[in-house]
């Protein structure tokens, strides 16, 4: 496997030295949006692009499309003939009418709209299958399940989920598994040749590590991995379906579209139990490890493909998990010991531990049901569990929350002010972290950090005001809040389809802007203000 990533680039791996990037939002945030160009010039680099990532989830629909066809569900390979025909026509009209600007160059601010506009587009037109399939009680609620699957987030207002059509069933685990790799990094995978602007596009979509020197190349690595992965735990999760007793091909469905859902940590299932469902030890086994696999850093998963093994041991953000997944892990144990939930450790592990790590991972698989977290847990077991979802996985994977990246340099930071405290001042202090190599500790790194956490907390707060807003108590609000800031999918019980429609749309909007992770929402949302600010002003 390896060698594939060789014969991209042989001599020129620069695993993790653009990785300052991450670090630099606060100076990207800085510099606002530059409006030097004419807004027509603007609106047709950042339209072209986007017809390029719609015309792309146009061809992708094909895979749900052929699924029906073979098993003959003539309905919803008409709901799918008239996406398809939609999403092309679409990316199509934009490509045609931005072309005269596919060779200006693309600067940052154009990138991350890019990004930014992409997702919302996109939901937009991949809602349109969801909703003619009949399985949706309004358009709002399958935009909702859109923006769950492509954030990998994972809660769900779909309707009898347990007779849904294989088509639909396909859609939503491609919707997030596509989701996990982004839809940007597919884009600039298979349809953009140009190197220039395509990092700025990259960074859009939150991933800001290149594998290899050149971004296109780095997206086409990106999806080697997942794709190899699919591979593999598809086929291990076969052979477990059909030996818990599912019929073959059916287990084969539900081998591949769990794996997309466990890689992706985007929490989808195939049925209305999720993990429950299938009642299955050895399956909670594995898909525990797909997704703790998943949540890792991609440019960790290229080092150990290299034969880097000692990075999975120095790598600050498995140090980081590892200390904050012990220790919740004991909160929550604590917790669910005092008010006797789970009367033995196998059931404490199947369920307890699970349902923590996966919160951890932002997978959102469950082994119980919504309303046994509020009614069984406690307030100790349930704390812990927000955190966890809070804190998320690593950087630069398919995972969401804060980042243990994020985590792992506050806590040096911390540390390094107490030496400052306590440390005579003629002492030099040089404090490093290792991510793929060393790296000195700046103030720039700790000032990125906890700007992003910062804005997660602030996101995770409005959340749980709108739930108590609109009537629900404040730690099923915190735990559902923390749930879609973090991009996780476990649910308390209050994301149904009864739910208000301004807290679904501000759920939506709490997937979108966290999933990218602020700056290109930020970005757009810049731009409109300045363009409609210089349209008063004229």
């Given at each position: 496997m390896a060698k594939y990533f060789r014969l991209i680039d042989r001599n020129n791996f620069r695993s993790g030295n653009d990785y300052h990037s991450i670090h630099n939002l606060y100076d990207f945030w800085l510099?606002?949006?530059?409006?030097?160009?004419?807004?027509?010039?603007?609106?047709?680099?950042?339209?072209?692009?986007?017809?390029?990532?719609?015309?792309?989830?146009?061809?992708?629909?094909?895979?749900?499309?052929?699924?029906?066809?073979?098993?003959?569900?003539?309905?919803?390979?008409?709901?799918?003939?008239?996406?398809?025909s939609i999403s092309l026509f679409t990316g199509s009209l934009l490509i045609i009418f931005c072309n005269s600007e596919k060779n200006r160059r693309v600067d940052w601010s154009h990138g991350m709209i890019i990004a930014a506009f992409s997702w919302l587009l996109g939901?937009?037109?991949?809602?349109i299958p969801y909703y003619l399939s009949g399985n949706f009680l309004s358009y709002l609620d399958a935009c909702f399940d859109v923006m769950s699957g492509l954030t990998t987030t994972g809660?769900?207002?779909?309707?009898?989920?347990?007779?849904?059509?294989?088509?639909?069933?396909?859609?939503?685990?491609?919707?997030?598994?596509?989701?996990?790799?982004?839809m940007v990094v597919l884009a600039l995978?298979?349809?953009?040749?140009?190197?220039?602007?395509?990092?700025?596009?990259?960074?859009?979509?939150?991933?800001?590590?290149?594998?290899?020197?050149?971004?296109?190349?780095?997206?086409?690595?990106i999806w080697f991995i997942s794709i190899v992965y699919l591979a593999v735990g598809t086929i291990v999760l076969w052979i477990t379906g059909i030996c818990i007793g599912l019929p073959v091909d059916r287990s084969f469905l539900h081998a591949l579209w769990i794996f997309m859902a466990?890689?992706?940590?985007?929490?989808?299932?195939?049925?209305?139990?999720?993990?429950?469902?299938?009642?299955?030890?050895?399956?909670?086994?594995?898909?525990?490890?797909?997704?703790?696999?998943?949540?890792?850093?991609?440019?960790?998963?290229?080092?150990?493909?290299?034969?880097?093994?000692?990075?999975i041991l120095k790598n600050i953000e498995i140090q980081?998990?590892?200390?904050?997944?012990?220790?919740?892990?004991?909160?929550?144990?604590?917790?669910?010991?005092?008010?006797?939930?789970?009367?033995?450790?196998?059931?404490?592990f199947r369920k307890g531990f699970y349902l923590l790590i996966s919160g951890h991972t932002t997978t959102g698989f469950m082994?119980?049901?919504?309303?046994?977290?509020?009614?069984?847990?406690?307030?100790?077991?349930?704390?812990?569990?927000?955190?966890?979802?809070?804190?998320?996985?690593?950087?630069?994977?398919?995972?969401?929350?804060?980042?243990?990246?994020?985590?792992?340099?506050?806590?040096?930071?911390?540390?390094?002010?107490?030496?400052?405290?306590?440390?005579?001042?003629?002492?030099v202090q040089v404090d490093k972290f290792h991510h793929i190599k060393d790296i000195k500790m700046e103030e720039?790194?700790?000032?990125?950090?906890?700007?992003?956490?910062?804005?997660?907390?602030?996101?995770?707060?409005?959340?749980?005001?709108?739930?108590l807003f609109f009537g629900y108590p404040l730690a099923s609000s915190a735990f559902e809040a923390a749930s879609v800031t973090g991009n996780v999918g476990l649910s308390i019980g209050i994301t149904k389809a009864s739910m208000p429609n301004t807290l679904k749309i501000i759920y939506i909007t709490i997937m979108w802007i966290a999933r990218l992770e602020f700056m290109s929402v930020f970005a757009l949302i810049t731009y409109i203000f300045f363009r409609k600010r210089r349209r008063w002003l004229h």
């Open positions: 510099l606002g949006i530059k409006l030097t160009d004419s807004v027509s010039s603007t609106i047709k680099i950042i339209g072209y692009y986007i017809g390029k990532v719609v015309t792309l989830l146009g061809f992708i629909q094909v895979i749900p499309l052929v699924t029906s066809l073979i098993y003959s569900e003539w309905s919803i390979v008409l709901s799918f003939s008239t996406s398809i939901m937009l037109l991949c809602a809660v769900v207002l779909i309707q009898d989920l347990d007779h849904v059509s294989n088509g639909i069933n396909m859609w939503r685990h491609v919707l997030t598994y596509l989701g996990g790799q982004g995978t298979f349809l953009v040749k140009s190197t220039s602007g395509s990092y700025k596009m990259y960074v859009g979509e939150a991933k800001d590590e290149q594998l290899l020197p050149n971004v296109i190349n780095t997206a086409k690595a466990a890689w992706s940590t985007g929490g989808f299932a195939p049925q209305t139990q999720n993990i429950l469902y299938y009642h299955s030890f050895w399956l909670e086994i594995i898909t525990i490890v797909f997704f703790v696999i998943g949540s890792f850093n991609f440019t960790l998963h290229y080092a150990l493909w290299n034969k880097n093994r000692k990075e980081s998990m590892s200390v904050t997944l012990t220790a919740l892990t004991l909160i929550t144990f604590a917790g669910l010991i005092k008010l006797n939930v789970y009367p033995d450790f196998i059931s404490m082994t119980i049901y919504a309303r046994q977290f509020f009614n069984e847990w406690g307030n100790v077991a349930l704390f812990a569990v927000t955190v966890s979802m809070l804190i998320g996985g690593s950087a630069c994977s398919t995972a969401g929350g804060f980042k243990g990246i994020r985590m792992g340099i506050i806590f040096k930071g911390f540390i390094r002010d107490i030496k400052r405290i306590l440390l005579p001042e003629s002492m720039k790194h700790l000032r990125s950090a906890l700007l992003i956490v910062i804005a997660y907390i602030l996101t995770f707060a409005i959340g749980t005001l709108a739930g």
